[in-house]
């Protein structure tokens, strides 16, 4: 039938009208159904093989046990793989029917069309005037039929895609049955339909994440920044991090079924662990702060008593002739004033934390890991340590806080050097025309692999040596 289809679906209405409007070979559907039927039949045939084996019709020695129950599990699952089988012949035979009756129904929609159309061109071509009552009135019918030709082919074209919407859905319905597919298998499956836009969303999330990061450094690089900004960038790095852990998740879930590259997860291990140290580096600089702080002060604490120790004897004496009450007021007033000098000149040899907040340069931001608080802390350590170098306390703290800042910038530097390296080097899912380095994309790919022993669904590899 369809060799005997027109090529111009003019007079109809269609979108192209040199484009079959419901396309399809009745007979080659049929043939796929006869296909699947014939390998139902097949897998049926080795049910009853299978059965035999379980049974112990077929088989003796000590292994027999063992293969018995290998043989009824397999045989459970072939059975349902030629129900699926025997299931989608039933739905692929419906749509043969479904294309042969659509095709045959706008054959004749379009021959009503046709000779409507031909009735309608030649009267119409005569002046109205010259029109009999019959040319009129077979010129009106033309006109009635060939409204009624086109609504009967739109009902049809649209009854077509209706039917391949509901049968490709049938199908797709029997294919991934939960029932039938092991819960892996479902997953699997799945991930694989969808990894190509979870792919792109996965990189466009990326990109964001490191587009934040990047803001977030340029605006603790800006004194000025308002405090609104300096919060939004808190919150977006919060953001950033929590879709690191899902994009980390997300990854290995397509690693795993086959449907992703290990090297992914690797990267996304490496953005988690640094983003941890990065936390716990910064913690331990707060603290460094803190103790820094305590140990300096406490050093100012302590030369203010050595200042005075020194001053003891002088102190002593003074005190002294200050509890006698008899000593002319000018006297007492020049040993007062002595005492005052003495506790000034104590105090002098304190050197206190300075309250001061010390200015910073972008390249010492950039350097403690894109953090002014890190940066700002660092240059207070290392000017509290000048201040007290003979302190071993104050020095101890300043040394703990150094190395919390150093590992920041570490886990700083280590983090952006693999997000934008693998930016860099590697091919793009949404931006086609990226530039990206091959051997770098070969070298990734090369962690592709299908993790089968996680899939109760496939079989184990047979080894040698069964006891018999």
Known sequence: ????????????????????????????????????????????????????????????????????????????????????????????????????????????????????????????????????????????????????????????????????????????????????????????????????????????IGWIATAVAIAAVLIACAPTAPAWLALAATWALAGAEAATYGTAVIHTALATTGNGTWADVGLDVIAILTLRMGKAAEQGVSAGVDATRVASRQAAKDAVAEARAAQGEARQKIASELRNRSIPKPRRQFLEGQLKQMNKEARAVARYPSQHVPEVSNSEIWRAGGSRSTAVAEKMGAHEAAKHSENSTVQAAAHQLNRSAVKNSAAFTVGTVADLADKGAGSSDVFEGKPSLAPYNDAKDSFRFQSSWLDPDVAPPVTAGASN
């Not at 054959?107 to 109205?128: G, N």
């Open 1 to 204: 039938m369809s060799s005997a289809r027109p090529r111009d679906w003019h007079p109809l209405s269609t979108e192209d009208r040199h484009t079959d409007p419901t396309p399809g070979s009745p007979a080659d559907i049929r043939t796929g159904r006869r296909s699947m039927t014939d390998t139902a039949v097949e897998i049926r045939a080795q049910i009853n093989r299978l059965r035999a084996l379980s049974d112990g019709t077929g088989l003796k020695g000590d292994y027999a046990d063992a293969l018995q129950d290998g043989a009824d599990r397999l045989r459970d699952k072939l059975t349902k793989v030629a129900e699926r089988y025997e299931a989608v012949a039933v739905k692929v035979s419906a749509w043969a029917d479904a294309v042969e009756d659509a095709q045959h129904q706008t054959v004749e929609a379009h021959r009503a069309a046709t000779s409507a159309h031909d009735v309608i061109t030649r009267l119409e071509a005569l002046p109205e005037a010259d029109l009999t009552p019959t040319q009129k009135s077979d010129l009106d019918h033309a006109r009635a039929s060939l409204v009624r030709a086109q609504a009967a082919f739109d009902g049809t074209v649209g009854d077509y895609e209706s039917d391949a919407r509901r049968l490709s859905g049938a199908i797709e319905d029997l294919l991934d049955d939960s029932l039938e597919d092991s819960c892996w298998s479902w997953t699997s499956n799945l991930l694989e339909r969808n990894a190509a836009w979870i792919n792109e969303a996965l990189e466009i």
